[in-house]
């Protein structure tokens, strides 16, 4: 007979991810051990491997979970209503929130999937791809000339993301700028243009 879970099954393997995630982000994946996560845990390590067969394990799910809340979020600024800029608006803003929330979890995205596995690196990767893929959707909206123009359609979309997904290096939830206004303030760089700002709109 199967070993019935506990009814806060979920909840517990989320906080081995969060904790996971601090540690890899604090050490790097591959300096970290099991030893030090049961630790952080206030677990064993056999406590541990009930919830996830390995390290790897782990490592893939905090991907595939903080990937997966991207691609959520950036199908929810295309369905939303309003102008494509008020959409484009809306998308900098969820990925702000997202990095600023999570941020542990996106310096192991950006530095860690060459740790996983061909076949497992290669899932998150097609998810990458569906962000990139609803942005570009996104940028064709604003600007429908690049529809003939392929080859500039994800350079140009990496050069927007580029402008906020290193934002976990240096942005501070206490600094002068809140998140929603360095995402307004992406956005208008990146469709305006730096000299074109001014203290209009970067109040607005």
Not at 110 to 133: A, H, S, T
């Amino acid at each position: 007979m199967a070993r019935k879970q506990a009814e806060d099954y979920g909840e517990r393997r989320l906080n081995i991810l969060n904790k996971a995630a601090e540690l890899f982000a604090e050490k790097g994946y591959a300096r970290s051990s099991i030893s030090e996560l049961a630790t952080a845990c206030n677990a064993s390590k056999s406590w541990l491997y009930h919830y996830y067969p390995s390290k790897e394990a782990i490592l893939y799910d905090i991907m595939r979970l903080h990937v997966t809340e991207l691609v959520t979020m950036a199908e929810e600024a295309l369905a939303s209503g309003g102008s494509p800029k008020e959409k484009f608006r809306t998308l900098a803003r969820n990925f702000m929130e997202i990095y600023v929330n999570a941020g542990s979890k996106h310096i192991i995205l950006l530095n860690d999937r060459g740790c996983l596995p061909k076949d497992l690196r290669k899932e998150i990767m097609n998810l990458q791809d569906q962000v990139v893929k609803s942005v570009v959707s996104l940028v064709l909206e604003l600007n429908p000339s690049l529809d003939k123009a392929k080859n500039y359609q994800k350079p140009v979309t990496m050069a927007f993301l580029g402008m906020i997904n290193w934002t976990y290096i240096w942005f501070r939830k206490d600094g002068s700028v809140n998140q929603e206004q360095f995402a307004d303030l992406a956005v208008e760089i990146f469709l305006n243009g730096f000299m074109a700002l001014d203290s209009e709109n970067l109040s607005n």
